[in-house]
């Protein structure tokens, strides 16, 4: 447990909290006798927590933005696929308890289960640390990847779309180098035209650092 608060930079002050998230319904029903709970409640309450969390943030960032793009943006950062990738990150599946049945039939890798454990974790850190703390993890692992899961920011794209003015262009992305422990890793990539690097950029994540060495590169090819 102290490794996923570790990945989390947060401590629980109440454990059962946090050993309640990770609790899968199978596993509930298989120990009834210990008084184990599922974390299906906690996941109605998570799911609760980061969309308010993530409208709040939304709202506030970009106050041009209409509400349709704003509802898209907003269901593009909290879908199941976007929460797969944070348990990922945190490695959850391994910390899950499961029944044996689901254990064996590869529960750990599911994408619901794991996503719905990720806003049952959420909502332990509101429930034990207030809606400060779940924010924090929430803008960490969430919200800082807005541009990645943003349809009307692919910058690839529209890179893409700017050289191919031109025949005869070829775009290449470039992973230059990596920084941090693995829970907080940061990866550099270069873009390169025609074996010209026009673009560099930092990101938590592959793709989210090929967006952000597009994004220079429109600047750069702009400007």
Request: with cysteine; glycine share 10%.
């Amino acid at each position: 447990m102290e490794k996923l608060e570790e990945k989390l930079g947060y401590t629980f002050q109440n454990r059962a909290l946090l050993e309640n998230a990770l609790t899968h319904s199978s596993y509930a029903n298989e120990n009834k006798h210990t008084g184990a709970q599922s974390n299906e409640r906690l996941e109605f309450l998570g799911d609760s927590v980061l969309g308010m969390v993530t409208a709040d943030y939304l709202y506030r960032v970009h106050p041009d933005l209409p509400e349709g793009d704003l509802t898209r943006t907003r269901a593009a950062l909290v879908c199941e696929g976007s929460l797969v990738e944070v348990a990922q990150q945190l490695e959850l599946g391994t910390y899950l308890k499961l029944g044996k049945g689901e254990d064996a039939g590869g529960g750990r890798e599911r994408p619901s289960i794991v996503a719905d454990a990720v806003e049952a974790v959420l909502a332990a850190v509101y429930l034990d640390g207030g809606i400060g703390s779940a924010r924090k993890i929430i803008q960490r692992f969430i919200l800082d990847r807005e541009e990645e899961k943003s349809g009307s920011r692919d910058y690839k794209t529209a890179l893409q779309e700017l050289v191919q003015r031109e025949s005869g262009q070829v775009l290449a992305y470039r992973l230059v180098g990596s920084t941090g422990p693995d829970h907080a890793k940061r990866f550099q990539v270069e873009v390169e035209l025609n074996g010209t690097p026009v673009g560099a950029g930092e990101g938590r994540s592959k793709k989210e650092a090929e967006q952000m060495a597009a994004k220079a590169a429109i600047a750069k090819l702009k400007g």
